[in-house]
């Protein structure tokens, strides 16, 4: 069977819809009408006989074959504009748009610090990082890859882990003077303890509490009347002295520094929280997915082995 060239056009459209969110809006990047742009989807379509879209007068979305024929095509159409770049031009590898789904502690203290520099090595690239708690749909929402906190769920996407760090359990001095200090993991179960609960986005439940030393550990049944799901509010209760809380280490390191928190149990502060990348195919990740994500597992922020 011949292959039908007119199909790379309407992929194009498809790939616009997908990146601006409605047809209103990938018609102006795209210099069409809405109603091109209507047309060129009916098109496509009807070339490959399945419905892409389910559309009313207030809303539209992927149907499942839709979402199942962008999560197969989308990443190829991305390559082969890639390829066709990479061969024209002699300059910079790295180009174009990419969209990034990323963890808000780690984008707010690890990425944006970092992020002239790696924008001043890629000065073809636009960088739109989206900052928040959950992945969603990738391919839905026009994600070129994701980065989160966390240990992967079952799912269709390819994950790769890309650095691991230090679970600390810390204080204030304001509580440590109130309440004593406490010698061991097990003391924190007592009446006279408060500890600052995280809630796990995946979950909805609160983060259980873990200690590690080398191949030992100990879970422990805490107990507090505070839960957030922010990491900044979480420390800044700590530090105000509201309860013991666990936190990544490159969250509180200045904070140790300056004496503001004390990490309770050196000893017990072997666990480590893995940084996965998640992106839709294992085959064809762009060139700009790749530098990003080489950009990300540099990050001085490691503890313990990297893949």
């Excluded at 636009?126 to 966390?150: N, P, W």
């Excluded at 922010?230 to 209760?237: F, G, K, P, V, Y």
Aim: proline share 6%; net charge positive.
């Amino acid at each position: 069977m011949a292959f039908d060239t007119r199909l790379l056009t309407g992929l194009s459209v498809l790939a616009a819809v997908i990146d601006a969110g409605n047809f209103a809006r990938a018609g102006r990047a795209l210099n069409l009408t809405q109603s091109g742009v209507s047309r060129a989807i009916q098109r496509l379509e009807e070339r490959i006989g399945t419905r892409l879209f389910e559309r009313t007068s207030k809303a539209m979305r992927l149907t499942d074959e839709g979402q199942r024929f962008c999560a197969e095509v989308l990443p190829l159409l991305a390559r082969l504009e890639e390829a066709a770049a990479e061969t024209s031009r002699s300059g910079h590898a790295v180009r174009g748009r990419l969209r990034v789904n990323i963890d808000p502690t780690f984008a707010r203290l690890v990425v944006a610090p970092r992020i002239g520099a790696f924008l001043k090595e890629h000065p073809d690239l636009h960088l739109d990082l989206v900052i928040r708690d959950h992945i969603g749909d990738l391919v839905t929402e026009g994600f070129d890859v994701a980065v989160r906190f966390g240990f992967p769920e079952p799912s269709a996407l390819i994950a790769r882990r890309l650095l691991q760090v230090r679970i600390l359990t810390c204080a204030s001095p304001k509580y440590l003077a109130a309440r004593g200090r406490p010698r061991v993991p097990r003391d924190l179960e007592t009446q006279n303890h408060e500890c600052l609960l995280f809630r796990d986005p995946a979950t909805g439940a609160a983060f259980p509490w873990e200690f590690h030393q080398g191949k030992q550990v100990l879970t422990i049944p805490v107990k507090g009347r505070l839960i957030v799901n922010d990491a900044l509010t979480h420390l800044e209760a700590c530090v105000a002295g509201h309860g013991v809380a666990q936190a990544m280490e490159f969250s509180i390191e200045s904070l140790l520094e300056n004496g503001k928190l004390i990490n309770l149990f050196p000893t017990w502060s072997d666990e480590l929280f893995p940084l996965y990348a998640y992106h839709p195919s294992r085959h064809l990740v762009p060139v700009k997915v790749r530098a990003f994500l080489d950009f990300i597992a540099s990050t001085p922020v490691a503890s313990g082995p990297r893949t």
